[in-house]
């Protein structure tokens, strides 16, 4: 999965319609990209940014695929989550909406009833985050994200593992 973060945190930095998507995601840029793997599945990417619908298939997951700027407006005041009905998760209000960085779009499209109808997901989720911040760059969540993940870990019951900075140590599980 860190090949995979490299490779998309690249792809977003050569972006030619976009000087803020370039800059942000180039390699002094301060967002994040993360890879999560539900029971050694697939692999889910995404980017933590606004992005343009160009990137759908990519990065702009969870609630945010919702196109319709007004129907997403709304969702975004409501603090909306697809985590595990009871008891319900709220994002907190933020100037930039908690649920456009990239733990939530993993976790929202994980959590999505289209996407398991008859029940949610169970296991363990594993997530290699790429969070290029002003200390650097972390393995660890933001502390929005965090609150994020540890309801899932106690409430949904799905076991979130973090990736290390080596990748030969084994993954850790998330500490709430």
Request: glycine content about 6%; hydrophobic content about 25%; some cysteine.
């Given at each position: 999965?860190?090949?995979?973060?490299?490779?998309?945190?690249?792809?977003?930095?050569?972006?030619?319609?976009?000087?803020?998507?370039?800059?942000?995601?180039?390699?002094s840029?301060?967002?994040?990209v993360?890879?999560?793997?539900?029971?050694?599945?697939?692999?889910l990417?995404?980017?933590?940014?606004?992005?343009?619908?160009?990137?759908?298939?990519?990065?702009?997951?969870?609630?945010?695929?919702?196109?319709?700027?007004?129907?997403?407006?709304?969702?975004?005041?409501?603090?909306?989550?697809?985590?595990?009905?009871?008891?319900?998760?709220?994002y907190?209000?933020?100037?930039?909406?908690?649920?456009?960085?990239?733990?939530?779009?993993?976790?929202?499209?994980?959590?999505?009833?289209?996407?398991?109808?008859?029940?949610?997901?169970?296991?363990?989720?594993?997530?290699?985050?790429?969070?290029?911040?002003?200390?650097?760059?972390?393995?660890?969540?933001?502390?929005?994200?965090?609150?994020?993940?540890?309801?899932?870990q106690?409430?949904?019951?799905?076991?979130?593992?973090?990736?290390?900075?080596?990748?030969?140590?084994?993954?850790?599980?998330?500490?709430?």
């Amino acid at each position: 999965m860190d090949g995979q973060n490299t490779s998309l945190r690249r792809s977003l930095a050569r972006d030619r319609k976009s000087k803020t998507i370039r800059d942000t995601f180039g390699a002094s840029g301060a967002s994040t990209v993360a890879h999560g793997s539900l029971q050694g599945g697939a692999s889910l990417g995404a980017g933590s940014r606004l992005l343009p619908s160009r990137y759908d298939s990519r990065v702009v997951k969870g609630l945010w695929k919702e196109k319709n700027k007004k129907k997403r407006r709304q969702m975004r005041k409501s603090g909306k989550s697809n985590l595990c009905p009871e008891p319900p998760f709220e994002y907190a209000e933020a100037k930039r909406p908690h649920q456009s960085h990239c733990e939530s779009k993993i976790l929202e499209t994980l959590f999505d009833p289209k996407q398991n109808p008859t029940q949610p997901p169970k296991g363990s989720l594993l997530l290699n985050i790429n969070w290029q911040n002003s200390d650097g760059k972390s393995k660890e969540p933001c502390p929005a994200c965090e609150r994020l993940l540890c309801h899932a870990q106690e409430k949904c019951k799905v076991t979130i593992l973090l990736c290390q900075e080596d990748p030969e140590d084994p993954p850790e599980k998330l500490s709430c």
